[in-house]
């Protein structure tokens, strides 16, 4: 028993589900990745073009492919067929993919191979498999196989807990990019009030999200409001009103009584109201794992790391994932965090760096952006 007399057994029972090791063979950039272990926070860095974001679009498309079987709308999104294989389906004939979910109880195995289709540029499935090993055996169990080929996963029509688990981790993977913030973007519309469970991708439901913790949770309410004048002084509140149904992202300053609306906000501002909204959410309103691409940008070194430590704190009760080439923001990180991503002649890489090969250079209270900006990752000096 664990000193609030819950079993311990079921309290592992209800920690949330993290995806442990990666492999990927063939999905653009990521040629050879093999068994890669996730931290439960990882911080992907890398120069422009390295590929860091080529991780996250490998898990935004098993998002697609298992939220509603959509894998073909992802593919023709994403350019078409031939252009997910690393160089191209004549010198890459199959994409491979395993992947290990862990529970409190146990691991839980997926793998699958994914092959050109020349006709309309697409992909079949194929050799989908799955298992189950429990913590309390040493070795892992046999694979169970799905007979079936099709342009969709075969993985959704199976209804065993196994596969339940791996569908319901999976189907949530999408990234939170907030870069947008032009005229036409989401956020500057009026939204619809009942779209406030969970805050969108691109952002654009935030004052929906917001006016209903305003009604149902003040006190998580004024925690958001007080973080962001934490980071922006000119910041008194926002000012939501239902109106038929609909409310629009307004707020007032501290300093006079005028109502900005967003299009009078400046982009990093936008942005920021995104990411402290996010990452204040109560947990059950946030999925399992969470992506992240260049949270950083647009904002003041004094907002990245506020964002900063809201993601660790948040990463004790979820998986997050973040892609960036801010210095500023990996510094903020422990080496443990750190995968550097590079690339040569089109592969990318994805390398960790072991803190007994770098304890020398942090002894000598190097930062972890010199590590990388010297290039240390290949050797020392």
Known sequence: MTDFGVPEIEQRAQMPVSIKTVTIEGFRGLRNIQNLELPQLTVLIGANGAGKSTLIR?????????????????????GGGDDQFF????????????????????????????????????????????????????????WTEIDAVGKESALLDKTDKTCKTIVNLLRQCSTYQFHDTSSKAAIHN???????????????????????????????????VKQIRRVLPVFQDFVLEDIAGKVLL???????????????????????FCLITLLNLPPARLPDVMFFDE???????????????MLKRLSKQRQIFIATQSPYLVDCFELENIIIVSADNGETTLRKLPRADYQTWLNDEYELSDIWLKQAVGGHE
């Open 295 to 309: 949270p950083e940008l647009g904002l003041h070194p004094h907002a990245i790391s506020l964002i900063a430590q």
């Open 190 to 224: 009026r939204w619809d009030i009942t779209d406030s469970l969970r805050l969108r991708s691109d952002g654009g439901n935030l004052a929906a999200v917001l006016l209903d913790l305003l009604n149902t949770e003040p006190k998580r309410y004024e925690l958001i």
């Open 250 to 272: 307004r707020w007032i300053g501290s300093k006079s009584d005028k109502v900005f609306g967003s299009h009078l906000t400046s982009d990093g501002s936008l942005r920021l």
């Open 87 to 142: 160089m191209g389906a004549r010198q890459t004939p199959r994409i491979h993919a395993q992947l290990c979910l862990q529970t409190g109880l146990g691991l839980n195995d997926y793998r699958f191979d994914m092959v050109h289709v020349s006709a309309g540029d697409t992909v079949m499935l194929m050799n989908e498999g799955y298992r189950y090993s429990a913590n309390t055996f040493a070795s892992k169990a046999k």
């Open 58 to 78: 490998f898990f935004e498309m098993l998002g697609w492919m298992l939220r509603s079987k959509r894998l073909q709308e992802f593919v023709l999104l994403q």
